[in-house]
């Protein structure tokens, strides 16, 4: 499986369903013409079957289709041709001895978004689950939410041409934002890094300003969409991603799902309470564990020492190099948050934990005294099988699970 394949997309566009089914020979309406035991249905349920395996897979040789959907081979030769004749499948080989097939770009695009505190990535993929183009500018940390949106569309539209793709093939668009969500009213919580964002009803705004279905989350969500599906959570139903950055925050999926909460605030495990009478959060409270252990905490308690143009990257290559105060505080930093993971683990009992976001980058320094706390801290049931390690889509990960969630809200919205 390609890195950039999403495993789970479902349905096609609406539209483009529709034309499928208008096409001769191709997918036919299960409509009031056949009965429900007619050839003609038969072939249609049949097709139906294939295209779904191909939404949710990304791309199948026809052999990986008979097996899955039990059709026979003969079957699938039939209705893979069929369908690629009508412009609804396309060849999807790439080098490989067995020819595979996927859906056609014909099906639609979707658009990923991800902000950032410096930051705004945009990614650009097909329905068939291929990123056909990625771009990343630098933002100011004031910038207004529809100044933000102005910047992105702006980085789209050169995105776009670059590909030769244009806005009307969009057929929906994800956003990550690092702050939490409110799914009952879509606006951004005061909780926020981004502060032109907060009690902005930003899905609404977002859809308004792009001319699209917007569907917004977290970042900590994006992410660990990213890594359940593409990287070193896949095979994993029980999976929490921690994000360690500006912000910390955790995005888990439960059961193979992604688990939001009542309300879509689930996961913010960087405002839970370390020490009552510690550092004023920006939530409010004292003593956040984001007081401790954000990538912000960390360059504070080594600034007095190494100066104010300090970054997480000059601390972690100073710690490689043998400098003992930039080891202790990555160490310390690491055993932390490890007793929130602890925390984490004790209560959902996950199978793998990824850590992502800025302090990823100091690798072992950070993990190893996090893995120490884990079992000084997790009780054994919970933790014995539990693996600890980096999430492997690095800086790419929040934005290939906005890529993700504009795909399923795709899917969703054409009620397949």
Known sequence: ?????????????????????????????????????????????????????????????????????GLAPATVSNIVRELTAAGILADAARGQRRKAVRLARSAGLVVGIDFGHRHVTVAVADMGHEILVERRHTLGPSVSARDALKRASALLEEAMTEVGVGMPEVVAIGLGLPAPIDSRTGEVGAVSILPGWVGVPAAQLASDHFGRHVEVDNDANMGVLAEHMWGAGQGCENVAFLKLADGVGAGLVIDGRLYRGRNGTAGEIGHTTFDEFGDVCRCGNRGCLETIVAARAVVGLLEPRFGPQLTVADIVRMAEEGDTACNRVLADTGRQAGVAVANLCNLFNPERILIGGELAQAGELLLAPMRESVRRCGIPSSTEDLRIELASLGARGPVLGAVVTALRASASRSGG
């Open 1 to 69: 499986m390609r890195p950039w394949v999403v495993r789970d997309v479902r349905h096609l566009s609406q539209d483009h369903t529709a034309a499928a089914e208008e096409t001769p020979g191709a997918m036919s309406t299960a409509d009031d013409r056949f009965g429900p035991g007619s050839q003609a249905a038969l072939r249609s349920a049949n097709q139906r079957r294939v295209l779904e395996m191909l939404k949710a897979e990304g791309e199948l040789t026809q052999a990986q289709i008979a097996r899955d959907t």
